[in-house]
């Protein structure tokens, strides 16, 4: 019988909890982001769009990682809505840049606002301290960069809830 050797390994596995986490997460944010008209993917475009101040949508495109023509269909969707718009690239007319428009950021401020409060459900357990922990940790293992908070990071653009 051969013996394998005993490597060292985390006494816990964060994956299945990890997934647990996000599946009650999603669940939650879907049935508040509906009543909106949005959907998640809704959400992370407008929110890539207020972030970068308008893309093209190519760009848009690696950002969101995203197939071009599923791009089109996201976009079409929320151009239908008003909450964004395609204007032509005054560097090159043949592309088109996609902005924010003024009622697409206020849906996003009122769906931030839903969400905020489905995180407080979900992570209810935490106190404030911990979930910024928790937040760092996650974009540190996101990104592969440790997050640095100075404590003066508020998004200027983001109302209070």
């Known amino acids: 019988m051969v013996e394998l050797p005993v490597v060292n390994q985390p006494v816990h596995r964060s994956g299945a909890l990890l997934d647990h986490l ?3 997460m999603r669940l939650r944010a879907e049935s508040v982001l509906a009543p ?4 998640p993917r809704h959400l992370v475009t407008l929110t890539v769009l207020r972030q970068q101040g308008g893309c093209s949508q190519q760009a848009l495109s690696g950002t969101l990682e995203m197939d071009g023509t599923n791009v089109v269909g996201l976009l079409n969707d ?3 809505d008003g909450l964004i718009e395609r204007r032509r690239s005054p560097e090159d007319r043949r592309r088109h840049v996609v902005v924010l428009t003024d009622k697409g950021a206020r849906v996003l401020v009122k769906a931030e606002c839903a969400l905020a409060a489905v995180e407080d459900d979900v992570l209810g357990a935490l106190d404030e301290t911990q979930r910024e ?5 996650l974009q540190q293992a996101a ?5 640095v908070c100075t404590g003066d990071d508020a998004d200027a653009d ?4």
Do not use: D, H, N, S
């Open 22 to 24: 996000a599946r009650r």
């Open 36 to 39: 909106l008209g949005l959907r």
């Open 78 to 80: 929320l151009e239908r």
């Open 133 to 137: 922990t928790l937040y760092g940790l």
């Open 143 to 147: 990104t592969g960069v440790p997050l």
């Open 158 to 161: 983001t109302e209070q809830c």
